[in-house]
């Protein structure tokens, strides 16, 4: 009964057009009325409470160094990089799509960024170039999904804070995971373009290269420094978003000098509204989670799949299943933060190691991004390639297929992320 109210209630909101973040806590007033505990202050210190939070921070630095990076000429510097590398190989603006995808995610942790910003350079010198322009923005959209599991993930952070598990390990974990997918879209592009005669780009000499190198060092230097420092414990991803920040507020005003400080206004102005969203999403769902632990929700779940929970793959693939089908109809951030106190509990009863399953929580979230109807990183790339949605969806199933298919491998074998786990912490 509870759980019919609180889906219904969130879902009937959610189909009248109201925002995710105050269907949350319209479902949160429904359940108080349910429940006969209905009081504005428990709504409102909860609402205050889901904000105050120390890990959170991280969100609007990370969110902050992803704006100065494109403002401050990061971004180019890593696209000619890794065209200096592959930009002579046949379907070689593939590549490089798929190297700055990754790249990007490791200085982002955010999908949409990333697709945004590779999308506007790349698709249309991939359609000058002769490249099928469907199958190009559907690349692109499904490189930009690699962000959320390499560090510094946003939604990693988002799991983190809510599941109480540790940031810096589920950081640690996404490592193996994000190249992995980077390989799968290699093969997969590659398999598409043998038979195909695109345009080239002249082989770059060796100078050239050394030349993009230098002019992207301090691009690549980043990502280091934040996965050297937390395996290290020089400081903690919150710590970390704040030197990535500072790190490319320095590179963009001192060494590159694209950024100028009557540049800054803005881009503070475009870190802070997408941050004012995140974070009210985080506040919202506090609410719906304090209601769901009293409601004694989570537990209704665990006696439900009690026959599963001695089979640790038959549970996690039914849970994958259920986060696949809730992602087609909800982004990333708010299945994140409505379902984590629901699973965790599950989780835990279960045994199972609780960062492999927020990896694979967050990468499952992540493929949502790609499916329609609400598919945040599909929109994205078919605005910015100005395709209807029938066109991309032609373009990107091929790439969908592959991370659905990484996905089933590391739930099937969880050593691909514990034992590069071990090493890593």
């Known amino acids: 009964m509870i759980v019919t109210v609180f889906l219904g209630s969130l879902l009937g909101a959610m189909a009248l057009g109201i925002p995710i973040a105050f269907s949350l806590l319209v479902s949160g007033m429904v359940l108080m009325y349910t429940m006969d505990i209905f009081d504005s202050q428990i709504m409102a210190q909860n609402l205050i409470d889901g904000a105050d939070n ?25 696209i000619n990089f890794a065209m200096a590398l592959v930009g002579h190989i046949k379907g070689g603006l593939g590549y490089v799509a798929i190297i700055g995808s990754v790249m990007f995610a490791g200085l982002s942790g955010s999908a949409v960024a990333d697709t945004a910003a590779l999308g506007a350079i790349l698709i249309p010198m991939m359609v000058a170039a002769g490249y099928n322009k469907n199958r190009s923005a559907g ?34 974990a996404g490592i193996v995971p994000g190249l992995l997918l980077g390989v799968g879209l290699t093969i997969a592009w ?23 190198s230098v002019q992207a060092i301090w ?17 903690t991803p919150t710590e970390a978003a704040v030197v990535a920040a500072f790190y490319a507020l320095f590179v963009g005003l001192v060494v590159y000098r694209e950024l100028k400080l ?21 506040a919202a769902a506090l609410v719906s989670s304090w209601l769901i632990t009293v409601a004694n929700i989570p537990n209704e779940l665990t006696n439900m799949l009690s026959p599963l929970m001695d089979n640790q793959l038959l549970l996690l ?39 492999l399953f927020g990896l694979l929580f967050v990468l499952n979230c992540s493929i949502g991004l790609l499916t329609p109807p609400v598919g945040t990183v599909l929109n994205v790339a078919a605005g910015v390639g100005k395709l209807s949605m029938e066109d991309i969806m032609r373009g990107v199933w091929p790439f969908l297929l592959v991370e659905v298919i990484i996905l089933l491998l590391l739930t099937l074998f969880p050593q691909i992320v514990l034992v590069p786990l071990d090493w890593f912490t």
Do not use: C, H, W
């Open 262 to 282: 009557k540049d800054l206004y803005q881009v503070l102005v475009a870190a802070g509204k997408t941050t004012s969203v995140v974070m009210f999403l985080a």
């Open 190 to 212: 590659y398999l598409i373009v043998r038979k195909d005669n695109y345009k080239v780009f002249p082989k770059k000499s060796a100078k050239e290269i050394l030349k993009a």
């Open 317 to 355: 693939m039914m849970i994958n299943l259920v986060v696949f089908l809730v992602g087609t109809a909800m982004d990333l951030t708010p299945t994140i933060l409505i379902l984590t106190p629901v699973l965790m509990p599950i989780i835990d009863a279960a045994g199972i190691d609780p960062v």
């Open 54 to 78: 120390f890990p959170l921070l991280a969100i609007p630095f990370f969110i902050l160094a992803g704006e100065l990076m494109n403002a401050g000429g990061i971004s180019k510097r890593i």
């Open 219 to 235: 691009a690549l230097i980043l990502p280091v420094i934040i996965i050297v420092g937390l395996r290290g414990g020089a400081f």
């Open 139 to 172: 690349l692109i959209a499904a490189g930009g999904i690699i962000a959320p599991t390499i560090p510094p993930s946003i939604p990693m952070i988002i799991f983190g804070v809510t599941s109480g598990v540790s940031i810096t390990k589920l950081f640690m």
